[in-house]
């Protein structure tokens, strides 16, 4: 008996842990009762409806009814959208340790008031301040420090002590950057204490920049979005479902972990409060099948923190990368879908090789026992259903558009609503899903059929979102406004008319639920919100210092002198130091630093080195490195929380965890070499195949670094497995060491090679000349030309966006001008010196093999590999 109560309480002890450890990290630890509580609810309540009207199409109805213009501008709120953020971090998040958790201190409401004041001044100033832009007054002045120091306390408060030292040490740059003790190589020229805080606060260069803006128009309505798709019950839904699904498979609670880990991640923008929701019910099931603790924890927290690269909300990254590199939300989606998707089936198949390793078996499945014959058909089913509905989503949603014309949207309601009764009268059908005690003992599984049909209306609003951004090609802010009404009415009447179809139970207490739902979802969305809010303002000090001091800029030389101009070490470099700045920081806020200091970076010493990079593959690079963080120790917190539940170590579990995200360390690496992986002009038959041996060969990966395939490994077996892998990844490495890539002919004839390629090929250039900043000194940098149409050499180089004069045997470079193509690129070299810039080589693409013939000798080691394997063994591989 005695055994029994202390099992309970300290079950119960370590859940107040970890609701403790999500609530200092994601909503606020501080919830006060009576009034005050009450009003900090409907504070957070009211930032939820301010952000659906300024999302919606209201204020430009009401200002065309009333004849009042009540529409806001982006500036205003942002303003206003801070002003919140800052208000509730005060008043959610304690200052100090010791500080209570169930009342408000005094200074807490001074600050929260000095944090509102500063916001605002904004909103009721903004025409006197426009009148003087970049002349501050004292007032100005004592406003925009009120609100620095607002930042710095609230971010604090809420994500304690790493981002608060990052944006002081830049803050410090910017005043004393000029001083003698400053190393000399890193010094600039300092700023004013009023040209510095009118450049933060009074401006969009600084915290209320593209960050807070993308916060307050996209991040805000995605994250609304999530959590009231959790409060609905769509959390709880996709853990059965998964446990349904993979739960009788070797290590089958683990696997059921990834997917479910991979479902909450789509709608999560939070690496621990990940871990923490599947994590509490997938842990122990998995530690009960025979996971070790820190194994089991590891497997939660590496699929948690891959929902951070899961499209559509990326941790929030997608709608900042949309800003950042100039491409469309569903370019971003596009380029990030591949990678993120074979690093999920690679950590099914670690867990299934671990599973493997230790003889595990399944949970039991509900029903008779099925052959392998019959298990391999219903996995070909599910893929082939899966196949059928992705089609039936692409084909039906753009088919609704040919029909309807102009009445389309109108449409989609009447089509939606239909849909949402059909499916919920099927559920009503059945008993509603159950949150489970996950220190129960598990007897059987729930079946498959039955628990989908329980929620497939919650895909509605996620159909809603996908058939806006692609159909319509709304803006994610509205598409996901338009997810979210769909949202407030699911959580509003999907208990009153499930108990109207069931003919029983209190109709109207079941309408109260839905109210109270509603609300909770609406609260639990905005206290999601205030640390992204507060991280995207606080990483707004650190991307003004950038654009104040060219910090970027000074961060490639230290680099490049680090890396000694050697390209795969400066790459290396920069995923260490992406993962520096990335420890203790929330995914938004880690994004934005390291892109802010990293991503130049790469493309620079990319383009010294010959490496044309995209852009989005560089940021994909640090943000991957970035998110590292919340995995690798001292600092990695999903760790912490994943050892919280496991009771394992969580050092031995972050390290253990990082060794699963191996896959996700060497991805980045790969697809800045290989940028088919990101689908980047890649059609949609290559984009299958791509897909494939992507897959086969981050699987063979996974089984090099694991020690395991249809057998324990020996090392040489490793080696070749590893060996493999690379070339299925990038059999252009081998192929550049056969026949080189490009043919160099000299600058005099760059007219007429231009000439000679075809129609949207490309040329690329070594272009020479003085440094702006020091013109004693000369760099090179590469340039890829694209070359469109065919045509006259001389004009395809020009409508390019380069102007070459012909001098003797050399190229001479003009100056490009502000807002071409190459203007910024080299903005770096001095066009009025002694010297010219002028073109040294030019290559163009040479005629060669085909890069997958290298595939052969691999796949054949790869069949002596098993060969070898199965005759060890006589475990079945499945």
Known sequence: MSDNVAKDAGTASNEIDLQELVAQSDTGARNPAGAIGLMLSLIALSWSLFQLYYASTLPFLLTDLIGINVTLNSDTARSVHL??????????????????????????????????????????????????????????????????????????????????????????????????????????????????????????????????????????????????????????????????LLGHLRGGPAKAAVVSSAMTGLISGSSIANTVTTGTFTIPLMKRVGFK???????????????????????????????????????VVR???????ISY???????????????????????????????????????????????????????????????????VIVIFLAAYLG??????????????????????????????????????????????????????????????VGMILILLTQKPIKALMRASGNVGAAAREGVADLIKGLISGARNMIGIAVATAAAGIIVGTISLTGAHQIMGEFIEFLSGGNLMLMLVLVAIFSLILGMGLPTTANYIVVS????????????????????????????????????TPPVGLASFAAA???????????????????????????????????????????????????????????AGTQGYFFARNKIWEAVALLLIAFTLFRPGFWLDMVQPPYVSTPP??????????????????????????????????????????????????????????????????????PGTPYFEKFSSFDFYGDQPVEVIDVQEQAERLPKEVFYIPALLLLFGVVALQRRRTDVPAF
């Open 345 to 411: 089936i690679a950590l099914l198949y670690i867990v299934h090789l671990e599973a493997l390793k230790a003889g595990m078996q399944g949970l039991p499945k509900p029903g008779p026992a099925k052959t392998v014959i019959q298990s391999i058909l219903g996995v070909l089913t599910g893929f082939l259903s899966l196949a059928i509905l992705a089609a039936v989503l692409h084909y039906g949603l753009g088919w609704t558009k040919q029909v309807f014309g102009d009445s389309t949207f109108e449409a």
């Open 83 to 244: 002003a919140f953020a800052l208000f509730l971090a005060t008043m959610a998040y304690p200052l100090f340790k010791n500080s209570s958790r169930t009342h408000v201190p005094w200074y807490d409401w001074v600050l929260s008031a000095l944090a509102v004041t500063a916001c605002m001044y904004l909103v009721f100033n903004k025409e006197a301040i426009s009148a003087r832009a970049g002349l501050p007054t004292q007032a100005d002045l004592i406003i925009s420090t009120i609100g620095l120091l607002s930042v710095l306390i609230a971010t604090y408060r809420a994500l304690g002590l790493p981002l608060v030292i990052v944006a002081s040490v830049f803050l410090f740059y910017v005043f004393f950057g000029d001083q003698p003790f400053i190393p000399e190589v890193i010094q600039w020229k300092g700023a004013s204490y009023g040209k510095a805080m009118w450049h933060y606060w009074m401006q969009t260069e600084g915290v209320f920049g593209i960050a807070l803006g993308v916060s307050a128009s996209m991040i805000f309505l995605f994250v609304l979005f999530g959590a009231m798709l959790d409060q609905a019950g769509a959390g709880n839904y996709f853990i059965k479902v998964a446990f349904a």
């Open 293 to 331: 603790p820190e194994t089991a924890g590891a497997v939660e927290v590496s699929s948690s923190v891959n929902g951070q690269i899961m499209p559509p909300v990326m941790g929030a990254a997608a709608f900042l990368m949309v800003e950042y590199v100039g491409v469309t939300y569903l370019d």
């Open 748 to 817: 005099a004839t760059l007219f007429q090679t231009a000439s000679d390629v075809p129609d949207d090929g490309y040329l690329k250039l070594v272009v020479r000349g003085p440094d702006f900043d020091n013109p004693d000194q000369f760099h090179e940098t590469f340039v890829e030309l694209p070359l469109g149409a065919k045509g006259d050499g001389e004009n395809r180089v020009t409508d390019a966006g380069l102007t070459v004069m012909m001098e003797g045997d050399k190229a001479v470079l003009e100056e490009p001008f």
């Open 423 to 484: 499916l919920l009268f099927v559920a009503s059908k059945r008993p509603d899903l159950e949150l489970d005690d996950p220190d129960a003992p598990v007897t059987t599984l729930p079946e498959f059929i039955p628990t989908l049909l329980t929620g497939l209306y919650y895909l509605l609003p996620i159909i809603v979102l996908v058939w806006c951004l692609m159909i319509e090609r709304f803006s994610p802010g509205l598409s996901a406004y338009w997810a979210s």
């Open 644 to 702: 919280a539940i496991s009771r394992g170590d969580p050092i031995k579990t972050g390290f253990t965890a990082f060794f699963y995200s191996l896959r996700t360390v060497a991805l980045p690496f790969l697809f800045i070499f290989n940028t088919d992986l990101l689908l980047i002009d890649v059609g949609p038959i290559e984009a299958v195949f791509v897909f494939f041996v992507a897959t086969i060969a981050m699987m063979l990966f996974a």
């Open 596 to 631: 802010s200091l990293m991503a130049g970076v790469v493309v620079e010493i990319g383009a010294m080195n010959g490496l044309i990079v995209p852009l989005i593959a560089v940021h994909l690079f640090v943000f991957y490195f970035g998110l590292m963080a919340d995995v």
């Open 335 to 341: 380029h990030a879908i591949l990678p993120a998707s």
